[in-house]
């Protein structure tokens, strides 16, 4: 059974910083590109970046309200992927999901979610 | 971009309604179209991808058609469990994946 599992998420001030976590299990996580998809409080979707396989390069892709603040690694021997979040804004407050990308065809397995919140 | 809009944005419906949600994109996607259920307080679930492949483990009731521009997901009969929101989303400009604002089906 595929799981993933985000932690790391909490409260944290304007211009602060936090790190989230994902573990993944049960699929070849060395060959999954790993994306980062959030929801405001009471919005929609919004994907956040991305970071493709070793294999293909390891490049990583960001939206454009966090670019130059987020950024993304693997680490694929403890199967994690990490969302680094810098120089955070109240606008950032979301619930984060970590899921993997199904080719083209969308995003076939999700995290719970783990709530940020950027607020003084 | 590509913009993506659903409408409606909210219907109410009964059980055993058929339900039809519309999902436009702002230029041609042709069939890099998917479909997502959520419920409150869970994560998203795919339910159909590439516009009308049914995910493994969804039911037949959910059909999705469509290409180009203009999508449809329907739910041929309605049942407790299918009362969510309904997001599509594009996989056509990778990686920039964006969604439409989602649907929210609740019970009449």
């Known amino acids: 059974e595929v799981q993933l599992v985000e932690s790391g998420g909490g409260l944290v001030k304007p211009g602060g910083s936090l790190r989230l976590s994902c573990a993944g299990s049960?699929?070849?996580?060395?060959?999954?590109?790993m994306s980062w998809v959030r929801q405001a409080p009471g919005k929609g979707l919004e994907w956040v970046g991305h970071?493709?396989?070793?294999?293909?390069?390891?490049?990583?892709d960001y939206a454009a309200p966090v670019k130059g603040r987020f950024s993304i690694s693997r680490d694929d021997s403890l199967n994690t992927v990490i969302l680094q979040m810098n120089s955070l804004k109240t606008e950032d407050t979301a619930v984060y999901y970590c899921?993997?990308?199904?080719?083209?065809?969308?995003?076939?397995?999700w995290g719970q979610g783990t709530l940020v919140t950027v607020s003084s | 971009d590509i913009q993506m809009t659903q409408s409606p944005s909210s219907l109410s419906a009964s059980v055993g309604d058929r339900v039809t949600i519309t999902c436009r994109a702002s230029?041609?996607?042709?069939?890099?179209l998917n479909w997502y259920q959520q419920k409150p307080g869970k994560a998203p679930r795919l339910l159909i991808y590439?516009?009308?492949t049914l995910q493994s483990g969804v039911p037949s009731r959910f059909t999705g058609s469509g290409s180009g521009t203009e999508f449809t997901l329907t739910i041929r009969s309605l049942q407790p469990e299918d009362f969510s929101t309904y997001y599509c989303?594009?996989?056509?400009?990778?990686?920039?994946?964006?969604f439409g604002q989602g649907t929210k089906v609740d019970i009449k």
């Open positions: 899921t993997t990308e199904f080719y083209s065809n969308g995003y076939n397995n």
């Open positions: 049960g699929f070849s996580f060395k060959d999954a590109y």
């Open positions: 970071i493709k396989s070793k294999v293909n390069g390891g490049t990583t």
């Open positions: 230029q041609s996607i042709s069939n890099y």
């Open positions: 590439a516009a009308s």
């Open positions: 989303q594009q996989s056509y400009s990778t990686p920039t994946w964006t």
